[in-house]
């Protein structure tokens, strides 16, 4: 949470449902494994938060690469 309020960017896995998101600047990206192409999602989607409940947090580099 603290990172979210310092506005750091923010990279979180979420397997359960295989997608990953990117917190950046108050806008949340995401994509699911096997998009090469993000899109913005609204910060309060529902599945996003699940991420940031069951998730786990990762590397910019991971979550540019793909599946990790």
């Not at 979180?12 to 990953?20: G, L, T």
């Amino acid at each position: 949470m603290k990172r979210f309020q310092q506005g750091l960017p923010i990279y979180i896995d979420y397997p359960f449902e295989s997608v990953r998101f990117r917190y950046d600047d108050g806008k949340v990206w995401g994509k699911f494994y096997g998009e090469s192409v993000e899109r913005q999602r609204p910060a309060s989607s529902k599945l996003f938060h699940d991420a940031i409940l069951g998730g786990s947090e990762i590397t910019a580099e991971q979550y540019h690469k793909g599946k990790i």
